[in-house]
């Protein structure tokens, strides 16, 4: 499968973000800018590199060192580019030793800078890689910043100042940290939405699928990447953690257990396919949990997986819808015509490979199984993979875009997913939000600004 999507890329696509695989030519989403930076490549190169697909890797390689440029007046945004390209081309050096990647990520941190520029600190959510010049989406709560976005820097920006020296990176993320330590949380949790130039936060609108995803998930790879150090990180996700599951964690009349959204002073019974992650978050936190609570957090994952798993099972396509409620009679189904998508995306894959890790239960291997052959059945076209707009239809259309995550991710998750624990094992390597594996940093050897008690 990684064949075909790249093969097909590199025949149509190559050095454009990503691929229209029907159409057979280029594809770019307002995210990078509309400019042609090779996301697809930066994205792969990791998984191409642990699948083995070392002339691909080379070429991908070599595309880089030759066209790779951020001096580009694009405005792209900061979370994508973040977690994308300089968590793509970290995990490449790191897994490949090969300088360039090193020398690019860190070129085009140096470009993302000017967006914290804000009274606050908190950073835009958009910057002109050429001007330095920020915004936000028009569409956020009253110019608000995004939670899972300003709080999904952490893992990388700390390893540009170990690899660099440079303090500014660590700098920048934990005045973010220290700033939303001090702010009031309702109920304990965690508002999507704050305003860069107020420090307040916008409305009390609270997810663990997409606006917040990422920030938790952050917090608790913040401490596994410290080797375990950084306790204010896991003492920040444990207290987030207990409100989710007081506020927004329930069981359905059918049994399932799902994570719903805080909108307006209720809970709205619907969960994203976003929010599947969360699963093998839960069972990656589960050792070092407070109270004795790793085998409660081991079997929310468990219960998590099992109801995303049941969201793909509940198709004619056997692949999960965007969202799904939980209402009287109808569970774990998709309503709306326009949440019946599914783009290739990878969180419950994750979410069996995490719970596969930490159990070896063999229901995981058999999940992923399903779901790789629905996608070779479904999605696989002439051209490389599409994304399809209804999981209810047995003659479904396609949405025509080889996401570059489907690369990164989706796919990288199903070959952990077959392969033995020591390829990639989690003492010595922690993923970001995009799949790209960070070495774990044993701090005692390095100091970062502020962190002496640690030493």
């Given at each position: 499968m990684m064949k075909h999507a790249w093969d097909s890329y590199r025949q149509y696509?190559?050095?454009?973000?990503?691929?229209k695989p029907l159409a057979k030519k280029g594809h770019s989403t307002n995210i990078f800018g509309n400019s042609q930076m090779g996301a697809t490549?930066?994205?792969?190169?990791?998984s191409l590199y642990m699948m083995g697909l070392h002339d691909e890797f080379?070429?991908?390689?070599?595309?880089i060192e030759?066209?790779?440029d951020f001096s580009v007046n694009a405005e792209v945004s900061v979370f994508e580019v973040n977690i994308r390209f300089i968590g793509g081309l970290l995990a490449a050096y790191y897994l490949s030793g090969q300088e360039v990647f090193k020398v690019k990520a860190v070129q085009l941190a140096e470009k993302l800078l000017p967006a914290f520029n804000t009274p606050t600190g908190i950073p835009w959510a958009m910057v002109n890689l050429k001007s330095g010049v920020g915004r936000n989406w028009g569409w956020a709560s009253a110019g608000s910043s995004i939670l899972a976005e300003f709080g999904t820097l952490h893992m990388e920006f700390v390893h540009l100042t170990y690899l660099t020296g440079n303090p500014a990176y660590y700098q920048k993320v934990m005045h973010i940290r220290?700033?939303?330590?001090?702010?009031?949380r309702p109920n304990g949790l965690y508002p999507n939405y704050l305003n860069p130039r107020t420090g307040r936060w916008g409305q009390h609108h609270t997810s663990v699928g997409g606006l917040g995803d990422s920030f938790y998930e952050y917090l608790l790879k913040a401490w596994l990447m410290?080797?375990?150090?950084d306790t204010e990180a896991r003492k920040t996700y444990d207290d987030a953690i207990e409100a989710i599951e007081r506020h927004l964690i329930r069981k359905s009349n059918g049994g399932l257990t799902f994570i719903g959204e805080w909108k307006n002073g209720h809970l709205e019974r619907k969960m994203g396919h976003l929010t599947c992650f969360a699963g093998?978050?839960?069972a990656l936190g589960a050792d070092g949990s407070p109270d004795d609570k790793a085998g409660h957090y081991l079997q929310l994952g468990a219960e998590i997986a099992h109801t995303c798993h049941e969201s793909y099972d509940r198709t004619v396509l056997k692949l999960g819808p965007e969202a799904f409620k939980f209402d009287s009679g109808l569970e774990a189904v998709a309503v709306r015509q326009n949440e019946k998508y599914y783009i290739l995306r990878p969180e419950v894959i994750e979410t069996y490979w995490y719970m596969w890790r930490f159990t070896h239960d063999p229901k995981y291997r058999q999940w992923g199984w399903e779901a790789a052959q629905a996608i070779d059945k479904y999605c696989r076209v002439s051209g490389g993979f599409s994304g399809v707009k209804d999981v209810y239809s047995s003659n479904p259309t396609y949405d025509d875009v080889q996401q570059s995550f489907f690369l990164a991710e989706t796919l990288k998750y199903l070959y952990l997913l077959f392969s033995s624990d020591d390829l990639m094992p989690l003492e010595s390597w922690v993923f970001n939000t995009e799949a790209h594996p960070l070495p774990v940093l044993h701090l005692a050897n390095l100091t970062l600004p502020g962190n002496q008690a640690q030493r």
């Open positions: 696509g190559w050095g454009h973000n990503e691929l490549i930066v994205d792969a190169l990791d080379k070429d991908g390689q070599e595309w030759q066209n790779l220290k700033l939303l330590a001090k702010m009031d410290s080797d375990k150090t093998g978050m839960f």
